[in-house]
Structures are given as C-alpha cells and as structure tokens.
C-alpha cells in the first residue's frame, strides 16, 4: 500500500508522523563557534507541491546524518520529525508551525515531479510595503534595479508603482559588485528570496537577512520579461538609462562605496561614527561627530550629569568579535543595554559585562555569543530583565545560575531559551527560582532540561509566564499542583510528557493561554477546564486525547485560539463551540469527529482560520459557514460531506479546501467572485456541470487549483480568446474527462496534471513547453511531435523551453512506433517515465548522456536490441526500469559508473548474461531484479 502524503498546511506539533514531500528551497549551515571547520546548525526552507512553504531546522549533532543528502533544488520524502513553533525575528515562512528534525527523521530523494521547480514565492507589493506588515517574517520579492550609490536609495520597481530602497552587506555586497561589473546592469531585473523588511525613517525597506536571502540577477522566469515590460512601457516617455550615480564630484568607485557601507561596526567604533557605514544602520544614521551624543537615536543620557545611561543597538546588522577591552565596557553608568539581533560570532560573554553595576535590563539575544555565561553575572543585582535567548552555545552552570538568581532580588524577566542548560538538575529548577519573589517571566524553552518534574515544580512564588516547551528529553506525567498560581501563561509543549493533565490545573483561573500541544498526554480533555473562564489561547492538539470533545468551552466568552488537531476525539462538536463570538482560529482536523455541523454558524464574525479536515463529518456544508465575514482559511477536506456547495460569500477566502468528500452539483458561481483565492481544492468529489475554464481568470491571484477526480465533470475551452493566467503555479485536473487542452497562456506553471483523461493524437511541443513538470499518464496519445529546441514562440516560452522540462509522464497511453532521438533534446530532464505503451525499436543511446536524468522507466514495452553502454561518472541515475522488453545481449559495464544507482529492473528481457559482480560497486544499490543466461531470475537484496 502506497504511503500517504501529507500537506504542509496539514502540520502541527504531534508524536505521530507526517510525510512530506517536498523541495529544499535553500539550505545553509550556521557558524560553529568551537571549530570553524564545522557547521553549528543547519537551516532548510521547504516547499511542497501547492507552493506552501515551511522552515526547518537540524541541530548541530545531527548535521552528518543530512547535510550530504539535503541539497537546494531536490525533492525529497520527508518523514518522523517533530513540528514546533514558528517563532523569531527572522522567520522564513509564513507557516505557524516549523519542522525540527530529530535522530529519527527518515530522508528519502522522491521521484515525484509534482513539486514546482520555480521555488520563489512573490509577495504583492501592497501587502510588503504597508506599515503593518509583520516584518518577522521573510518575503520574496523582485523588481527593476534603477540606482545604486551612496545617498541614492537602491531601489526595485514592481508593477509600475512601488519604489523601495534595498540595504546589502556582507557577502551580497560583492555579488552585486560582480554582477554590476558584467555590464548588464541597464534595467537589471532582480529576484530577493527570503528579505528582510525594516522600518527605515518611517518607510518600509528590505535588507538582506545573513545566511537567509539569496538574491539573482536577471533570472530566468516568466516574471522577468513581465516585470521588465512592466517597467518599460510605465518609463516610455524618458529615455532609458543606466543605474543612478552619484554626481562625478564626490564618485568613488562602486567597490569601495560598498566596502564603506558593509555595516562591519564593532563595538569599538560606535563612539566614532563618522563612518559611511552608519548610513546603512537606522538608529546610527544621526551619529554625526560634533553633535550631542545624547540626540543620537538609540543613546539615552541621564539629564543632570549626561552620563549614557541606555544604549538601544537592537538588530542594527552589527558583525565582528566583542573584545575584553571594547570601549562599550567604559560606558560604567548604563542602566540598559540592548544588543540583541547583531553578529557576534565567536565572541565569548565576557566576564565585564559584569562590571555594568547599575544595568536593570540587559538584552544580548540572538547575537550568536558562545561559552559560558561568567560567575560575575551575579554581580548585575539591579536587573530586572534579562534576555539571553537564541545563543544556541551559550553553557549556564548550575553554580553561576544559583548566584545569579540569589543575587538579583528585583528580577522580574528572564528569557534564557535556546541557550544550554543541560547541566542544570531539573530537581533544583524549583529551588533556584522559589526565593525570586518579583520573578514574573521565566522562559526555558528548548535549553535542553531532562528527567522528570516534582510535585509543585511550577509553583513559584509570583510567576505570571512560564515557558518550558521543547524540551524533549523531559519526562514523566505532569505534575500534580497544590498551588493556585496567578500563572497567566504557560506553555509546555512539545515536551516528553505522557499521561492525562492533572485536574489540579484548573486552580490555574488567571490563565490566559496554555499550550500542552505535542507530548504523549492521552485521556479525556478534564470538565474542570470549564474553571479557566480567562483562556484566550488553547492547544492542545497533537496529542493523544480521546472521547468526546467536553462542553467546557462554551464559558470562555474570551477564546480567540483553540487548538484540538491530531488527537483521536470523537464524537459530535458541541454546538456550543459555534457560539463563541471572539474566536479566530478554530482547529479541529485530523480526529474522528463525527455528525452534522448544523444548520447555524452565525457566532465566528471574526473567524479567520477553520479546519475539521480528516475527520468522518457528514450532512451538508452550512451556507452561513460559507458567508462568514473575516474568513480567509477554511479546510474541509476528507470528510463525508454531501449535498451542492451553496453560494459563497465569504469574501476574504485565501483557501479553499473541499476536496476528498462526496459533494455534487455544480462548482457554484459565486467562487469566481472571491478575487483573494490563492489556493482553490476540489478534487475528489462527485461534482458535475460545464465549467468554463477562462472563469478561473477573474481569480488573479490564483496559485494552486485542482479540480481532479470529478469524474462528471467537464471543462470547455473558448476558442479564439486570449486570457492570461499569471500566477497560476499548480494545475491539476486528472479525471475530469478532458479531450483537449488547448494553448493557454501559463507563464509561471510549474506543475500541469492532465493524467487520466481522453487526451489522443500527438503530444505537441508545446506542451512539453508549458511547465516544469508534465503529467500525461493514463491518456490516448499514440506518438510525439518531433522535439525542436527552438521555442514555438509564445509567450511562456521565452522564459520557459522543452530544456527546461524536469519531468514527463506519458506512460499507460497508446504510444507506438520507434522512440526519436530527439526525446534527448529535453537536456534538464529528470525523470522519464513511458511505461506501459507500444514502443518499439532501439532505445536511443542518448538517453544515457543526459546528466540530469535520474529516473529512467520504460518497461512493459517493445524496445529490443541492447542496453544503452554509455553511461557516464556524470550520470545522476537512480531508477532504470527496463522490465518486461525483448531486450538482449549484455549488461553494460559502464552502469558501474552510476554511482548513485538504487533499483535496476532489467526482469523479463532476452538478456543472457551472468550476475555482474561489478554492481556490488554500487553503494546506494537496493534491490536487483535481472534475468541470467539460462533464464533464471534472480532478485538480490543488497540493502535490507
């Protein structure tokens, strides 16, 4: 039985196991602090075949496990990893949730061609360049590069309208040095995948994002040409120009303008900032020598004597290694320091920072420190906040952190997730912080705590937020409480606990929000949370909670959030859920729910985010679920839903999914109207009626759409009229009784599933041009035109050729005759798949020359003959299924050169040869199946 895939957008923090299937996107290792020949964390961006994406991250320890398989642009099968919190300044997706992969994390290169090949997923301008846009998280965008140079904004164009300055540093400076030195500058187009947003003088910019942002010059793509026109024809008036320069007085050349703005500011220099690289910071813009230090943005002064008393240099792109004998160290009268967001890789905590006497708020998160934290810490005893978070390297001593907590009295914050704290007893958690009587926040989240809790470990005296999620190696149940906590948060997710939650934790009745999402908890969700009358945020999912789902929420009159997925609930909804009028986010997927919605979902005025997929819901979709005003994500799918899909006017749709359900009727009319659908599923169902495919063109930010198995359903195409589906990335419609598919322009699509339809004639070339994977399996083709490497001139093929094609599969068709060389002319080929036809003659040799092929299938055919003998060290092939031929003579030797070669399949052939002792070269080698000179099949498992 075939392993079943999951989405994306489907994940959230459970024990059980997801399988993805996806592209590494971008993949970057992190600076180790102790060997600089060795990588101290690895980060991978993922996309799946719907174009969402989601981050990853692989701990330093596990780095040897991955980090040769893993590489940018493959596609893999994903699987036994643990889901956690998207959290941070730098966040490179928008998904709530991201993958953290573990010892048991199982990788595997897929031979699916479904995922897109085009990995940059463009934000609208107006939705980056708004003053409430969330600059955590990372976007992609491109435009036109009209200026560059000291005092002139560098900035990109898009659509016509948007102009935006651009800040690069570091490494990206010489790209951009290199690029401008090609001579081909003059309207540059520029794609920036994963940059960063800063505020900069009240307008929106982007900057580069370390390791993060990659950033191409003039790329190959279909929104190339269509920005570059864009830009021409908003500029035919002027004539055109090169980039903007500074005027010939003050010009210096471009390497050194940018070696001047590389904000490489050390500490040291930050009293003498008559350097051009301030310009590129926004606090230290209005560092200018010979004014009052005390006006400069970022520096607080005390207004009796003028001493600095708060330096505030938070994410300011600082980089270089912090000295003992830095002159931030003079600055003795400082009440506040913030460092946070900066590179300072390979610089220890030094033990001065312990002399800052009347420091109450110290921030060094995120700055990449290391070693560990000095005993004279203890000596900051005026501090009321201290932020150590995100310094992966930073060690904590038992001793050091006794100290420190005894001496700071009036602590009242303190952050030190994601630091080490391995060598801390957990036993004395509770008994270093019991006697911090001011201590309000106290974050431990992912420092690597083990074994188990003790009765009343969360009871600190005046203890409000209390993070301890991610800390797998935790143990145990929860632990009973005695105590009534003014606790307001509390967040133990993904942790090792096991066991139902103690009823003791009602007596926590000023919680706000608890997270116990991605443990081993099981047992019914306890009637006593009817007591937490105050919870505004509730996840529990990912667990293993059975029974019904309680009637304890109905009192929450404040619940905004509430989190059920991936348990084994059962039973109906409570109606009373549909009642609570403040909520947003409603997640109920992946259960065993059962019964009706109801007729009557009026209460989620607010409701944003709806899913109950996979579960064994039934009846009809209520219409006024369908209007509901904030709605922008709704997920229903593989359920048992019946009846027509009423009219829907929930206008803010982003999402849409219906599919794996039994609904019928026509796809109503009304879903051509929610013009901010992204992604459209309604695969799957018994839908019927004419659609009128140029519909789908009122939908212009439509990325994902599928429609498949619908087996009643029917698609028209008009003729002699032209629409163009710009952003359409993902088409699928295999089942729906397709007999033509005519030209269509698609300049960005990268996946086109027609499989499964009464498709016949010749497959023409320019179907092989539309996108970056093809999937014609299961049709009538009977041959294929002639492959030409010219384009056929329309308008995606100028971005997009019969080189580019990645993936084909035309098996189970009618395909006859000898297969034309020409076939080799689609160079980037990776997978070849034309199993099952009537194919006959030789196979052409020149299949074996193409280095990019890595799966090669053709069995159940004609061909006779010999194997091809060329195959090259360059070869990339991992799948040669030639089963079921009338081929015969040898197995060609050069085969040992396919260092990557998993399964060969040479069953069912003429071939007369002996086993070749030579394939046991072959490391990666799984499984043989081969046919010997007496005919007697031998099936050898190299691999268990």
Request: hydrophobic share 35%; proline share 4%.
């Amino acid at each position: 039985m075939s392993t079943k895939h999951n989405f994306i957008s489907n994940v959230s923090p459970r024990k059980q196991s997801w399988t993805l299937v996806v592209r590494v996107v971008r993949a970057w290792f992190g600076q180790d602090y102790k060997n600089k020949k060795l990588p101290f964390f690895m980060e991978l961006v993922l996309m799946n075949r719907k174009g969402d994406r989601i981050g990853a991250s692989i701990r330093r320890t596990l780095i040897y496990k991955f980090k040769e398989q893993l590489q940018e642009g493959m596609v893999f099968t994903i699987s036994s990893f643990n889901v956690a919190s998207n959290s941070g300044s730098y966040r490179p997706s928008c998904n709530e949730y991201k993958l953290d992969f573990t010892i048991n994390t199982k990788v595997k290169l897929s031979k699916t061609v479904l995922v897109p090949t085009n990995v940059y997923s463009f934000t609208p301008a107006p939705h980056v360049f708004n003053e409430s846009y969330d600059n955590n998280y990372l976007v992609d965008v491109i435009g036109v590069m009209i200026g560059v140079g000291v005092g002139v904004e560098r900035e990109y164009e898009r659509d016509g309208t948007y102009r935006f300055k651009c800040t690069l540093f570091g490494e990206y400076v010489e790209e951009l040095n290199s690029f401008l030195s090609s001579g081909e500058s003059q309207n540059a187009v520029v794609a920036i995948m994963l940059t960063k947003v800063k505020l900069f003088q009240g307008k929106p910019a982007l900057r580069n994002a370390f390791s993060y942002t990659r950033i191409t010059f003039n790329p190959e793509m279909g929104e190339t040409k269509e920005i570059r026109k864009s830009f021409l024809s908003a500029n035919t008036n002027s004539p055109a120009s090169g980039l903007i320069q500074l005027p010939n007085s003050s010009r210096i050349p471009v390497n050194e303008e940018f070696l001047l703005l590389t904000p490489r500011t050390t500490i040291e220099e930050l009293k003498n900032v008559n350097k051009s690289s301030a310009l590129l910071l926004n606090k230290t813009a209005t560092w200018q020598n010979g004014t009052d230090c005390c006006s400069w943005h970022g520096v607080t002064c005390d207004t009796i004597y003028g001493h600095v008393i708060g330096l505030d240099l938070g994410d300011e792109g600082l980089d270089g290694i912090l000295q003992p004998n830095s002159t931030l160290f003079d600055l003795a009268h400082l009440q506040t320091l913030n460092l946070s967001s900066n590179d300072f890789s390979n610089s220890h905590f030094h033990s001065k920072f312990g002399g800052f006497f009347n420091l109450t708020h110290l921030d060094l998160s995120n700055s990449f420190f290391k070693g560990e934290v000095p005993t004279q810490i203890s000596h900051l005893s005026k501090l009321e906040s201290l932020h150590l978070s995100e310094n992966f390297d930073l060690i904590w001593g038992e001793t050091t952190l006794k100290r420190f907590v005894q001496n700071a009295t009036n602590l009242r914050e303190l952050f030190l997730n994601q630091t080490n704290m391995s060598s801390i007893r957990l036993n004395s958690i509770n008994f270093l912080f019991n006697k911090s009587s001011y201590l309000v926040t106290l974050n431990l989240k992912s420092t690597e705590l083990s074994g188990k809790l003790k009765k009343n470990a969360l009871c600190l005296p005046s203890i409000q937020e209390l993070d301890m999620s991610e800390n797998s190696y935790l143990q145990g149940e929860l632990p009973e409480l005695s105590c009534n906590a003014f606790l307001t948060t509390l967040d133990l997710s993904d942790c090792g606990f096991q066991g139902p939650i103690p009823l003791s934790f009602s007596n926590f009745t000023h919680l706000n929000s608890i997270s116990l999402s991605e443990n081993q908890l099981n047992g019914s969700i306890p009637s006593s949370f009817s007591n937490l009358q105050r919870l505004i945020h509730v996840d529990l999912s990912f667990n293993s909670f059975s029974g019904q789902i309680p009637d304890v929420f109905s009192a929450m009159t404040k619940l905004q959030e509430l989190n059920l997925a991936s348990n084994k609930l059962q039973g109906q909804i409570p109606f009373s859920l549909f009642n609570l009028t403040q909520l947003v986010t409603l997640d109920c997927s992946h259960n065993k729910l059962e019964g009706p919605l109801g007729n009557k979902i009026t209460g989620f005025q607010k409701l944003t985010y709806f899913s109950l997929s996979d579960n064994f819901l039934n009846g009809t979709i209520p219409p006024t679920l369908l209007s509901l005003p904030s709605l922008e994500h709704l997920e229903l799918s593989n359920n048992r839903f019946t009846g027509h899909i009423s009219a829907i006017s929930s206008y803010s749709l982003d999402t849409l999914y219906l599919s794996g359900n039994k609904l019928q009727g026509n796809i109503p009319k009304s879903i051509f109207n929610l013009t901010t659908l992204t992604r459209l599923d309604l695969s799957s169902n018994n839908l019927s009626g004419v659609v009128d495919f140029q519909l789908f063109s009122k939908l212009h930010w439509l990325f994902f759409l599928s429609l498949s198995h619908n087996s009643q359903l029917s698609l028209t195409f008009e003729s002699n009229v032209s629409f163009i589906y710009s952003r359409l990335r993902i088409l699928y419609f295999p089942s729906v009784n397709l007999t033509e598919f005519p030209k269509i322009e698609f300049p960005r699509l990268d996946s086109l599933d027609l499989s499964n339809n009464k498709l016949n004639g010749s497959v023409p070339n320019w179907l092989l041009e539309i996108s970056g994977s093809l999937n014609l399996a299961g049709n009538r083709f009977t041959s294929i035109d002639q492959i030409s490497t010219q384009s056929i001139g329309t308008y995606y093929s100028s971005s997009r050729n019969i080189n580019q094609l990645g993936g084909l599969d035309l098996s189970f068709n009618l395909l006859a005759g000898d297969l034309s060389v020409s076939i080799c002319n689609m160079s980037s080929l990776q997978t070849l798949n034309l199993e099952h036809n009537q194919l006959t003659g030789i196979i052409p040799q020149c299949l074996a020359d193409l280095s990019s092929l890595q799966v090669l299938n053709l069995q159940m055919n004609k061909f006779h003959g010999t194997l091809p003998s060329n195959f090259s060290k360059m070869s990339a092939l991992e799948t040669l299924n030639l089963y079921g031929n009338q081929l015969e003579g040898h197995i060609p030797r050069s085969l040992s050169l396919c260092k990557g070669l998993k399964f060969l399949n040479l069953g069912s052939n003429k071939i007369e040869d002996e086993f070749p002792d030579w394939l046991q070269t072959l490391q990666d080698l799984k499984a043989i199946t081969l046919v010997v000179r007496y005919q007697m099949p031998i099936l050898k498992s190299l691999k268990p």
